[in-house]
């Protein structure tokens, strides 16, 4: 008989698992040729931070053993790519976006899945009957830094359900439970109807959670909607876009809202859910401020 669990009686492993799997899988490697010299400068400087760190606070071996055995169980729960994209991620992609006009972006996180199911506008992304939450139309047009319209464009979304949960990284839930590629009209223009998502805790019962725990932080992300937004020959921006309100925008445990991110949040005219606004300029490729 096929065991059947809820959404919430999923595990830091398997997720962790699943998130090091699809990174492995992604090709992201595939163009990796970093000379020695930047190899040497980027670990040495790392390393010696640590050893810095050890000398600063006088690190004991019961607090050091503790800090390998820790390490190990991040590998073994698969929940690098968590670690990495909750602390560190959004550093790297202010560094790698500063030059970039045009809308602002922000982390990518551990949960996105390629390949989603294309839809053109106006498209209504994957429920099912009965969904909980609010209705919420999520809108807008893209244009090029000189306000022209872009004729070709595309939205990634994905985002959590109202429980906070993610397809793909959760059981029980369908597979492409909202998640969606959207193609823009031929003036720009998109429209998607969704569910808005839930506040959640990054897994707490993973080796990131002990972390969080031993620390006393808290594990909370605000609710958020994961847009990744192209076309060709323009550059691509990977946002999270956040609700006006959340207890959560001021200390997000991944330090990934930003002003620019915050979206403006209306009752739609027909009583049904809510609408939001939000308009796209892209930066050509190799366009720079």
């Known amino acids: 008989m096929t065991e059947t669990r809820k959404e919430n009686e999923g595990t830091a492993v398997e997720a962790g698992s699943l998130a090091t799997e699809r990174f492995t899988q992604s090709g992201k490697l595939a163009k990796l040729d970093v000379p020695k010299e930047r190899v040497s400068q980027l670990a040495g400087e790392l390393i010696q931070a640590a050893n810095d760190i050890v000398v600063k606070h006088e690190v004991t071996y019961e607090e050091y053993n503790a800090l390998k055995a820790w390490l190990i169980k991040v590998g073994t729960d698969g929940e ?83 429980a906070g949960f993610y397809s793909q990284y959760a059981p029980g839930l369908p597979e492409w439970l909202f998640r969606g590629t959207v193609k823009a009209d031929e003036n720009g ?50 946002q999270q876009l956040y609700f006006p309100g959340d207890p959560h925008n001021e200390d997000d445990i991944a330090s990934a809202v930003k002003p620019e991110l915050m979206l403006d949040v209306k009752g739609r005219q027909d009583g049904q859910g809510n609408q939001v606004e939000y308009n796209y300029v892209l930066a050509k490729e190799n366009e720079s401020k």
């Open 80 to 162: 690098w790519p968590l670690f990495l994209d909750v602390w560190l991620e959004h550093t790297v992609e202010d560094v790698n976006s500063k030059e970039r006009p045009g809308s602002v972006g922000t982390i990518e996180g551990p949960y996105y899945v390629p390949n989603a199911p294309e839809m053109s506008t106006p498209a209504t992304l994957e429920m099912r009957e009965g969904e909980e939450g609010t209705p919420l139309l999520f809108h807008g047009n893209f244009t090029d830094t000189e306000g022209n319209p872009i004729n070709d464009a595309q939205v990634e979304i994905w985002h959590a359900d109202a």
């Open 189 to 238: 223009h998109f429209e998607i109807n969704t569910m808005q998502p839930a506040p959640y805790q990054i897994p707490t019962d993973g080796a990131c959670g002990q972390l969080i725990g031993a620390a006393g932080w808290h594990a909370w992300r605000p609710a958020h909607i994961h847009i990744k937004v192209s076309a060709p020959g323009y550059q691509l921006v990977t």
